[in-house]
């Protein structure tokens, strides 16, 4: 060994799970040259623009660093040069796969601030949306790991199954991405009728379609060879590197905001959080495949308690709240009207009637209450809001000064984190185990560099 | 019609036409390059003249002392070869040499196995 | 075999326009010119097997994944490939300063000069062959093995990162592949007791029909051995480690383009058309049909049925397909022409299936990694074609000893105790290495569970 440079002290080298093979050309007395390989920012497999540079030699990998930023579009410094509602669309872009998340975070950090209250059916229905968004995500994330590892077809099934869902999507909230769907106190628009019925058709099918997935991929002994005791990660470095989602609930630790910190209605559902020991690749996507399963759980008791029930009968029971509403109106302008030949009704009677005049229960409402959201002004203050997003942890952070824009936000995405651990999860491993672990980790690029 | 009786012609179905076909397996792609020269469009720019380094600048040269990781395998590799060589006319005579053929091959094939059987277990035939 | 076939008609034809085709100067003359002829047939066959087999995995591709594949270029999308094609003849070929010219130019040209060749070895009917030596077996494996030159250099001219490691992959992939490859086919020559192409075919002809060839004569290890290893040489996934495209982008031809890109291409899937030629042919009965030695529901032989059946209307009433040939066409030795027509429907229809094979496991299997590529043929493809090639001595000389089986069933009493041990040295080696293997993938599983976790 000539050039090589010494390897970087790593606690990960020390553990099972890892070849260390840096002594092997010395031991057979051949001169061998490291090769720095550049994967990215155009490579058919970084899922985006992230440079890997990989010093390898022969095929195992001696050193990596990720080199990120290519997709930096400040979106943070974007929140302080817009009022809080222009903001919001742009946050589709913070993280394009699962961006009801970022939404969610969003507002529920402004609510915080402002202390509004939010329907109990506006929860119900960012539920949804959030769970189907993390089926889809994790579709996306199946389709690419295995595209990953060199299978092709598995990407247009689960495209297939993932566009079903963003036509869910398109019908609630006009885009089949770009969804900026959220509200502060509620959501943009009440689901249209009949939008509960195609979300159960289309989850109904979908347990059928995971079997098929599972099929293809979980006995696949190519699979099983390139996945199993790869990229072994143990809680003590997770934790070092603050990774979190999956590839956390993959070692054994069975932490999910959802459960341990059970925001919007998550502790009326019921679900478990589905977890592996064994840390490595094949334990993630096991962890990933159930949780989807999870969210399809999750999803039908959500559907079958939605306060208000589906939007066609909430629409009808508007319709006699309108129609009572009508005839007090017009008893009202009876008492004013009523002239000297009429008698008026007692305008006592009628204020009684107001009283008692059924209106639509808050929770079965999807705005709480009205705001003005172009010159929507919390008070100073700072909130925090978290979420388990597809990828671990999702945080905004924000910072208010009671002007119409916000003073800070700061996002805490999970991608970044996850992509820390990386290099120290590469080192001595093969360069085609490269692509399983990367991909195992289901990172995505906008959210690291935002 | 057809000479019937006629034996397979060798010049025409043997080496010298064998030999006539792989010069024309020579020539053909020098053609099929050549005819590509004239006919393509040419649009050059500097970045188009760089190697390929996933969208960066290109840095180092692969032109490097590479580490194969299959060295060891390459030498089985050139052993097993030349035993298939030999193998070949044994299979073709094999109904004239009889039992004693078969024996004998079985001994050569034996120690040939038990080669593999060896650097197996010393190691060899793992990837490093 | 037949005394007559295409290399004799050419000189007949030539002996019939005048020439003395005794003559050595003439001989010579004809050599080239008969070379020449068959290399332009064997471009232009070859070509048109690659437009049709590269439109072929698009659709089987799309139909796998559930998509309409190409259907724009020509009716079903089937000029698409013509369209590609003349889209990269007419693209820049791009070669940059860092790249060693005469190397990165000889590359693709050593990669596709073996495939035509190949093409002049398959026997596609007893009639239409271009090459057939008594040495063919191993010439044509000899030959086959140069385009990995090709490849490791293609790596090496282009100085490009990736296309360096794909073409060591290559290199890697070839070495050990090929040995249960050839110890695969070895059986098949010990069988049938030649190396000449046409005469492994015609020992396959039997009485048994599909029995009778050799994928189940001999023993179904070596036709699986050779089947897992072809696709291995033509690096189709799983084996297409020199171009994955998820980790090397292309692999060895990343820094090629236009034409040289289309040579590549091209030899690509040449190359797996012969390699499932070569499959017909070793394993599959070649131009043999399908339904030899079967009884057609109305009696007789599909050739008899088609020279004696009205089928035909002519001068008003129903003619045999055989009178209405000789009557119209004036085809004087019918039975001939049928017989040919039949060998070469049945070759193609075998290598398309055999290529359909290829394309399906494209669409299904993920990629394996170099050391598992390397082990697995290393640690269970040569010990098992290796077991293999004792247990088709043992068969070779006591079970089936002429080459017959009808030798096997007339005397099936005094073979037992040979089949007893025949069959105990088979089936025992590959249950002794499906165990090696489980221990191993056992050992793995073991492992994974002792990783340490919280």
């Not at chain 1, 007395?29 to 030699?57: A, E, F, K, Y």
């Not at chain 3, 131009?287 to 050739?303: C, I, K, R």
Request: aromatic residues 14%; neutral net charge; proline residues 6%.
């Amino acid at each position: 060994m000539t050039t090589a440079s010494p390897a970087p002290e790593l606690s990960l080298r020390d553990k099972p799970g890892f070849s260390d093979l840096q002594g092997v050309t010395v031991e057979h007395g051949l001169n061998t040259q490291d090769m720095v390989v550049n994967i990215g920012p155009q490579h058919p497999s970084t899922h985006g623009v992230l440079r890997l540079v990989t010093t390898i030699n022969g095929e195992i990998v001696k050193d990596m660093e990720p080199v990120i930023g290519y997709l930096h579009r400040s979106k943070e410094k974007m929140a302080e040069g817009r009022s809080y509602f222009q903001y919001q669309p742009t946050i589709d872009r913070v993280e394009y796969l699962s961006s009801f998340y970022d939404h969610y975070v969003y507002v529920t950090a402004i609510e915080a601030l402002a202390d509004l209250k939010v329907p109990k059916r506006v929860e119900y229905i960012r539920m949804i949306c959030m769970e189907l968004n993390r089926i889809t995500s994790h579709l996306l994330w199946f389709g690419t790991f295995l595209l990953d590892l060199g299978a092709t077809s598995p990407f247009f099934y689960a495209f297939r199954e993932r566009e079903a869902i963003f036509k869910l999507f398109e019908d609630i909230t006009g885009a089949r991405m770009m969804y900026n769907y959220f509200r502060f106190g509620g959501v943009n628009a009440d689901a249209p009728p009949g939008w509960l019925d195609d979300v159960r058709k289309v989850i109904n099918e979908l347990p059928f379609r995971f079997d098929e997935y599972e099929a293809i991929a979980n006995k696949n002994p190519i699979v099983m060879d390139r996945c199993i005791g790869v990229g072994v990660t143990s809680y003590q470095d997770l934790l070092d590197y603050g990774v979190t989602g999956p590839s956390m609930r993959a070692c054994g630790v069975a932490q999910d905001m959802r459960k341990t910190n059970p925001y919007s209605c998550y502790n009326e559902v019921e679900f478990d959080v589905p977890t592996a020991t064994e840390g490595d690749v094949y334990a993630r996507y096991k962890v990933r495949m159930a949780e989807m399963r999870e969210s399809i759980r999750i999803v039908h008791q959500l559907l079958d308690n939605m306060p208000g029930g589906d939007s066609a009968e909430l629409r009808k029971l508007e319709k006699e709240h309108a129609k009572v509403a009508e005839e007090i109106a017009a008893a009202k302008k009876r008492v004013t009207v009523a002239k000297k030949n009429e008698e008026a009704p007692n305008a006592a009677d009628v204020a009684k009637m107001a009283e008692k005049a059924p209106e639509l229960p808050f929770d079965y409402r999807t705005t709480g209450q009205k705001v003005n959201l172009m010159v929507f002004k919390p008070p100073a203050g700072e909130a925090f809001s978290m979420v388990e997003s597809p990828r671990g942890m999702l945080g905004c952070y924000l910072v208010s000064d009671g002007t119409p824009k916000a003073y800070r936000v700061k996002w805490r995405g999970a991608s970044f984190s996850n992509l820390t651990i990386l290099p120290s999860m590469m080192i001595g491993n093969l360069y085609p185990d490269l692509m399983a672990i990367f991909g195992s980790l289901d990172i995505i690029l906008p959210e690291v560099d935002r | 019609m057809l000479p019937m009786a006629a034996q397979t012609h060798f010049h025409l179905t043997g080496y010298p036409v064998l030999f006539v076909l792989l010069i024309g397996g020579i020539a053909l792609p020098f053609l099929l390059m050549t005819i590509a020269q004239i006919v393509q469009f040419k649009n050059p720019t500097a970045t188009k003249y760089t190697t390929y380094e996933s969208g960066m600048p290109t840095f180092g040269d692969a032109h490097i002392q590479f580490d194969v990781k299959f060295y060891l395998y390459a030498l089985l590799f050139i052993l097993f070869d030349i035993e298939t060589a030999f193998l070949f006319p044994w299979a073709v005579s094999y109904e004239d040499l009889g039992l004693r053929g078969l024996v004998i091959m079985y001994l050569f094939v034996d120690i040939l196995l038990l080669g593999v059987i060896y650097a197996w277990r010393k190691g060899a035939l793992r990837w490093q | 075999m037949n005394p007559y076939n295409l290399p004799n008609w050419f000189v007949w034809l030539h002996a019939q326009l005048g020439f003395n085709v005794a003559d050595p100067g003439v001989q010579v003359l004809l050599v080239l010119a008969w070379g020449v002829t068959l290399f332009t047939l064997i471009a232009v066959v070859a070509k048109a097997a690659v437009v049709f087999m590269v439109l072929m995995e698009r659709k089987v591709l799309a139909w796998v994944t559930q998509r309409k594949g190409p259907n724009r270029v020509g009716p079903f999308g089937l000029l698409q490939t013509l369209a590609d094609g003349v889209k990269l003849l007419f693209k820049e070929d791009v070669m940059t300063p860092q790249q060693d010219k005469f190397l990165f130019t000889l590359a693709p040209a050593i990669f596709i000069f073996p495939v035509f060749v190949l093409f002049a070895f398959v026997p596609f009917t007893d009639f239409l062959f271009g090459v057939a030596l008594p040495v063919g077996a191993l010439l044509v494996f000899a030959l086959s093995s140069i385009s990995v030159i090709g490849m490791v250099l293609a790596g090496w001219a282009s100085n490009n990162k990736y296309s360096l490691l794909g073409g060591m992959r290559s290199a890697a992939q070839a070495i050990s592949y090929e040995i249960p490859l050839v110890l695969a086919v070895l059986a098949v020559v010990l069988f049938a007791g030649s190396m000449n192409l046409l005469d492994i075919v015609e020992a396959q002809r039997g009485p048994l029909g599909p029995l009778s060839w050799y994928w189940f004569y001999i023993t179904p290890l070596a036709f699986i051995v050779f089947l897992i290893s072809s696709i291995a040489e033509v690096n189709r996934i799983p084996f297409d480690l020199p171009e994955a495209e998820s980790e090397l982008v292309s692999g060895y031809n990343t820094e090629y383009s236009g034409m040289k890109f289309a040579m590549f291409f091209l030899a690509e899937y040449a190359a797996l058309f012969v390699m499932c030629a070569l499959t017909v042919v070793f394993f599959f009965g070649g131009y043999n049909s399908l339904l030899a030695g079967v009884a057609l529901p109305w009696g007789g032989t599909m050739e008899a049925t088609l020279i004696s059946t009205p089928m035909i209307p002519m001068d008003g009433e129903m003619m045999p397909l055989g009178v209405w040939l000789q009557q119209t066409l004036h085809v004087p030795n019918l039975s001939w022409l049928l017989d040919q027509l039949e060998k070469i429907s049945w070759m193609v229809l075998k290598i398309y299936t055999f290529i359909f094979f290829a394309m399906w496991l494209r669409g299904t299997l993920p990629r394996l990694k170099p050391d598992q590529l390397m082990g697995f043929s290393w640690k269970f493809l040569i010990p098992l074609s290796l077991i293999n090639l004792f247990a088709v001595g043992v068969q070779r000389f006591w079970a089936y000893p002429n080459n017959s089986l009808d030798t096997l069933f007339n005397s099936i009493t005094t073979h037992i105790p040979f089949l007893i041990v025949w069959a105990v040295i088979v089936f025992g080696g590959v249950g002794v290495f499906c165990m090696l293997m489980s221990r191993q993938l056992n050992a793995k599983t073991r492992k994974r569970f002792a990783a340490p976790s919280a």
